[in-house]
């Protein structure tokens, strides 16, 4: 406040050249007279780390959200990134004050100013990978296995806030999750097929292809779901054919006007995705190692006419051996794997001492946060030898004598 | 788990900080209340001198390479980013007593 009463401006401004005086201090300007307010120690005022970044969003955005449950740390998100927060502790006091000019152009101007807290702790906003690890579990609590299980499972079905209020994410980053799970909307609820039924329903699908001798590059989407209807709800085919193919843009429905087949949107099932299934179908029915050459074999005969299996397709689903005698493929899906580091590596030495660069790789990627290295994890949690005939590294594990 | 936002106020409030070593002491804040911490002023050079108690304190104005954002309360346990600081005053060197000047005897 400006201290323009006559009374009070003067004696103040008295007090305060007199103090100035005392301290040998003299062009003096700008004055501020400091308080503690007098609601002081009852104020709850906190600092916040903003980058120019930072600010420019949440003006966009007019506000971010924090997450985080219980031991939880809590978690800014923005519509697209989370950022951890940190408790950040000086040793200096940070005084907090409304209205404080840095104005330097001297004026006689003298005011009155109150301090509002006294601050040793700031946040500091740190990006990092969203927390989507609970997503799996908790989709997979309401994972569709068909219609008599509906009801049972109303509890556990989650809608869109319901997941933002559990999962540690911003908004795109959840969709992005969503997306990779393959999880559709159904009936406002994010769900998933469970394992086996989405098995069985791919194969219902694949099987009625092969019976319409329908190809596998124009899939009629409406005909199949009608088609099986009786066997699995259009939701489930719907799905299936959304995960394992993409839709084709059909440049002649939009010329014509009048055509029976106008409504009937066509799917072109992505070969890599179609062999990795049936590739991951063959390894998982029988536990245990399969002779490479059979299961090979074995793929290829299973396969939609015009593809083709390829050991690639089953990256981060498969480890083979080419060391024993046959050579054998073992099942090992990333996704059962832990996602803590250094168990996850325990767990990947347990399998099989000495891993090739290339082969677990695929089993390291989703480990990874921004500004994080997949090579940085193996320096961190492997010995490495470099492959005398290969050239290429090899990693044992460190824990090893 | 409901969600708690951060809103950004429509219209910011201006805030300003002053970074000193060391802390204030009080035996309880209650009894700081209203009072007067110092006199901060800027000297014919520009730089920042603050008087508190028997010491003067010769400081700069800094700008943040972060920017802070003022956190406050809103109305319904969400919070308001009510002010956004990009300098501060900061003191960092030794405080200089003030020597009394004795008065001329009359």
Known sequence: MIIDDVDNGESLKEAVKLRCEEANLDNLNNTQVLYFDQNFGNNDVRLIELSPELLEKLKEETQFVLRGEGSEDAVLCTSDKTYAVKECTTSNSLLLIPDLSTEVTPSDELTCKSVSTTNFVYYELKLCRAKLDKLRTVLNRSAYRGEENEVADQGHKCTTEDLLGIIQASQQELRGGLDELGAIEYNGYWRVIEHDYKTSAMSRILTLLEEKAWSWERVPLIATCRTLEELQPCFVTELCLRLYGNQVESEQAMEETVDSEGDEVYMKLVEDKVCRFYGEYILSSTAGKFNLSEFMEVWQDSLPEGMTAALVHLRGLALVNRTSVPHLITYLPANDLPNNPAERFSYLFSQQDRWHHDDIIPYLEDLIGPGQTVNALLLKHCRSTTDQKTKKKVYNSKMRS | ?106
């Not at chain 2, 035996?27 to 800027?42: E, F, R, T, V």
């Not at chain 2, 730089?47 to 809103?74: A, C, E, N, W, Y």
Request: contains cysteine.
């Open chain 2, 1 to 106: 788990m409901p969600e708690v936002l951060l809103k950004l106020k429509d219209s910011l409030d201006k805030w300003g900080l002053i970074e000193l070593q060391g802390m204030v002491e009080c035996p309880s804040s209650m009894a700081l209340q209203g009072a007067h911490i110092g006199d901060l002023h800027i000297d014919k050079t520009g730089t920042p001198q603050l008087v508190i108690g028997h010491h003067i304190l010769t400081g700069k104005i800094q700008k943040l390479d972060k920017p802070f954002g003022v956190m406050t309360r809103s109305a319904d346990d969400h919070w308001n980013v009510s002010a956004v600081i990009h300098e501060k005053y900061i003191f960092k060197t030794r405080p200089k007593p003030i020597i009394q000047k004795n008065k001329p005897e009359d």
